[in-house]
Structures are given as structure tokens and as C-alpha cells.
């Protein structure tokens, strides 16, 4: 896709320079207006392919390429954008399973003294009437 037909398919003059923030209101507003899941089961096959256009459109007008945008471009740029890592070499696992010991702790210890407490008040109760107290 060339950079042209980039900026037309979002609304904008074909030799223009938008900013950042028009691409992306742009692209929310075309989204929003041709999302396939807004139109009926007939129409969802030419909503889908108008949707891809103007994700690829999109994906080209970030990429700040003036010439052709390809899809191997496009592809590049979901893969680098996924998920990033804030912290690649840190790795702090004991601090982040501390709480989860302290609440199995917690809920053994207080459960074992449910148990005794219970324990001794039905022995108080009937010492002779439940055949496995002693």
C-alpha cells in the first residue's frame, strides 16, 4: 500500500503530514464506522476486508513510511509491539509468592486451631456419647 492511498483510505489529503495523534483519532473513527461485527451476516465479508485496509493503512501511517508500505512491514510492527516486558532482567518470583505462603500459612494455622478448639468442646460437651473422643 502506498503511503497515499494510506492517507486517503484514513480521510486525509493525499500529499498531507498528519500527526500521530490525527492517524490515531482517524483510525478510531474509521474502526468504529466499518468494524465487521457492526454489520449483518451479508455484509460482514466486504467489513472485514474494508476493516484489514484501514488496519493496514494504519500500521503503515505509524511506521512513518513516505514510499510503499508493505505487509511484511505491517507484520514487523505487531510483532514489536506486542506485550513488553518491563523488567527483562529481574526476576523477583520469591518476593511475589511470599504473600501467597503467608496466606496458606495462615489458613492452616488458624484451621488447626478451629480443629482443637472444636475438638475440646465436644469432649466438654459429651464425654461419654461419641464413641471416637476419648
Not at 501511517?61 to 518491563?86: F, I, K
Amino acid at each position: 500500500m502506498q503511503g497515499d492511498e494510506a492517507r486517503v483510505l484514513l480521510g486525509f489529503p493525499p500529499n498531507s503530514r498528519p500527526t500521530l495523534s490525527q492517524v490515531k483519532a482517524a483510525y478510531k473513527s474509521k474502526v468504529w464506522e466499518s468494524h465487521p461485527d457492526l454489520f449483518p451476516a451479508y455484509e460482514k465479508p466486504l467489513a472485514d476486508s474494508k476493516f484489514k485496509l484501514i488496519s493496514e493503512a494504519y500500521a503503515c501511517l505509524l511506521s512513518g513510511a513516505r514510499g510503499n508500505c508493505s505487509t511484511s512491514d505491517m507484520y514487523t510492527q505487531v510483532v514489536r509491539s506486542g506485550v513488553p516486558r518491563a523488567y527483562p532482567g529481574r526476576r523477583n518470583h520469591t518476593l511475589v509468592q511470599i504473600p501467597f505462603l503467608l496466606i496458606v500459612l495462615g489458613a492452616v494455622g488458624l484451621g488447626g486451631f478451629n480443629a482443637a478448639r472444636a475438638y475440646k468442646k465436644q469432649k466438654q460437651a459429651c464425654p461419654s456419647h461419641h464413641p471416637f473422643l476419648p
